[in-house]
């Protein structure tokens, strides 16, 4: 085969640091150098860009791994080896501050800095391309990026790093049918190529997780809770008391961000760790796809930055009591539907049945109590159902081929078949039932929903709460008319509603858009209303994490959140949820 004349890029586990420690003083050799990089394997199809090197070694994406305690001096030598090509670096400073200091470097130059580490967090460095300083990064060196992770004296306790990075740029939609030549990577790894990491039954899981990338990633974790312990940035971390860590399904990573969690692996089977951006987990993304089409399965539904962890073997800590109860989600087809053509209706232990609607029918089930799930796919196209943010065995979490345990595992549901998962409920709150295969076009036709687990004693009172969850009515939406709250566009058609002064209401919000983020706020007269955030992703804030709020944080998609309000004067107050309005009387 053809030789390259440039170096082949490495995958970068993040294990091993870069650098010699010579009489306390990390010696650090960098270069950027041209190379290509394949992100599935050497048999590959790859592209060709620049990346960073320890001087001496090869390449890698994401950039070398600079792990040192705090109070150590870097003395870093940067060499630009490109001869067309300014760069510029950021990061290489002490830490925290609030000013980033640049380093411009001509091509064929080199520049050297020395400085003090400082504060032990998690933070990053990257380079950018170019003649000119933007704060616009154009995503095509977004793998010019790494690790910079400063431990306190005496080391940290084990953890992983992955860094997220991102190599994108247009190209002709003859070529490419998206627009974009990209390569998403964990690690340096696209999935299904990504690294398995492995727990066993019991052991507290501890990561760094570091977005480098010019993009904001929805970060997933399937079937457990996990604690962020810190978030930062390119300079900053700020790290949480053990009494203020979050306890969430999802966290939304904006841009150049950090983030610090740990978890219990506290039952066995396959899982996922993702972005939840449909768009960076789709296999349109998939870089051996676009270049070889007809050598991409068909069975293959995600790609990009997605991570597989198998936890061995052993005991489980879900709960169950009582009789079980039993029902039964189908999925219908409306092909002649110009906003829905997929729909979901529920057929109840009575044999009842929904009329088909989008979201699909509202899930109410008891905190303990196992529940038997018959999905029956009328459709013409396969289909499988993910139960977002449960605690569930891991071959009924709904990841077609993959969620696997006991011997069992979610399929594909091809069309005419139907498969019964294994609802368990730990926890009352607010979650989502919704596709998870062809996430884009089965999401935006309508496949999608929400749970509500109530206590074991608690009654539920619809008329006291008010449920949005936001999506897309297109794959490709133009405006603001293609964005649906409860499967009407919330500006167009603003539903309405009475309340009493003086009585709480719980406001259940979801995101399950294929991207984008969106905020909560009630207002009177335009003027700002206070609302009682209690609860994220299911899971109900201690009373010292509740507060009150005059918008909420930005959510990302996959979460969830609940609010409370209570009117205290009479008047029309409007709910404002992303795009949409409710107006509250």
Known sequence: GQVSDVPLIEANDNRVPAGNLVNDILELDLDVVWGDFRVENTNRPGIRLAAIAESGKPPSVPGPLIRIETGTIIRARIQNTLVDSTIHVFGFQNRPSDK????????????????????????LYRIQLGSKISNLRTGAEDQLSGAFIIDPEGGSPSDRIFVMNIF??????????????????????????????????????RWRIINTSSRNHPMHLHGFYYDVTSVGTLLKDDQYSPENHRTIVTEFMQRNSTMAMEWVASRPGNWLFHCHLSFHVSPEVRLAKLLEPSDHHSDQHMDGLVTGIEIQSGPSDLIERGDPGYMTLHAYEFPEDSLHQKRFALELEDGSLTETSVPGPVMVLRQYQPTYVTVKNHMSVATGVHWHGLELDSWADGVPGWSSSDGKTSPVIQPGEEFTYKLSLMRPGTFIYHSHLDDVHQLTGGLYGAIIILGEDEEYEPEMEE????VWSSPDPQSSADVEMNGKNGLADPPSREAIVGETYRIRVMNIAPAGSITTRMVRNEEPVLLNWVAKDGAEFPEHQKREIDVSPRMGVGEAADFEFTPVKPGTYDLLIGYGRTKWK
């Open 100 to 123: 980033i200091d640049t380093l411009t470097i001509k091509p064929g130059g080199s520049k050297t800095v020395q400085f003090e580490a400082g504060d032990p967090g998690t933070y």
């Open 168 to 205: 994108s740029m247009p190209i002709d939609t003859a070529i490419i049918s998206t627009g974009f030549l990209e390569a998403l990577t964990i690690n340096g790894k696209s999935w299904p190529y990504t690294e398995r990491q492995k727990p066993s039954v019991g052991d507290t899981v």
């Open 467 to 470: 449920l949005a969850i936001v």
